[in-house]
């Protein structure tokens, strides 16, 4: 038995859309990373390759495959409820992200989520989805209940280290680099 596709609609202003024509898309010709998303949003602005492609290279190669990878978890989980991932409403963000916390992820990896998600997401309230207000009290809650661990417990004092090698005097090596 063959599945038939999921069909994705889309929030874009379109000379189709706009005559009231259906502006569905199905999920086999969806993008399927962020990369992917931003360069067909930049070309359906008219932007040309070289533009786009300088544009697609403000993120850092770490980036866009943390972004890829955040992206396609997020994707899943709005394809499981019939969701479109790009421009879907705020809650839907907002119940997403939870789920993320739910199992164990911290602070900063919830925000990572946020930033994925508000790299292809259509703004909302002319907002980007990420500093909506309501995504950014969920994740200043999630800051307050699951603070950042600090990447350090413990940390030299320089002045101190700085104090020690000046008693070495000129002997020390520190002071023959000088």
Not at 61 to 74: A, E, G, H
Not at 144 to 171: A, C, E, F, H, M
Request: charged share 20%; with cysteine.
């Amino acid at each position: 038995m063959v599945s038939s596709p999921t069909v994705i609609t889309s929030r874009l202003a379109t000379p189709a859309t706009q005559a009231g024509h259906d502006n569905r898309v199905s999920s086999d010709n969806a993008p399927t990373s962020h990369v992917e998303h931003l360069r067909e949003r930049l070309n359906e602005q008219g932007l040309s390759s070289q533009a786009t492609d300088l544009i697609l290279s403000s993120w850092r190669t770490k980036t866009n495959k943390l972004y890829d990878s955040l992206f396609r978890q997020w994707n899943r989980w709005c394809t499981k409820r019939d969701s479109n991932p790009f421009s879907g409403p705020v809650c839907e963000v907002a119940n997403f992200l939870p789920t993320i916390y739910q199992e164990g992820y911290q602070y900063n990896s919830v925000n990572a989520y946020r930033s994925a998600i508000s790299s292809v997401h259509e703004k909302l309230d002319g907002l980007l989805v990420g500093q909506h207000p309501i995504i950014t009290r969920l994740v200043q809650g999630v800051f307050n209940v699951r603070s950042p661990i600090p990447r350090y417990s413990n940390t030299w004092d320089v002045q101190r280290v700085l104090n020690y090698l000046d008693s070495q005097g000129k002997k020390h090596p520190y002071h023959q680099r000088l």
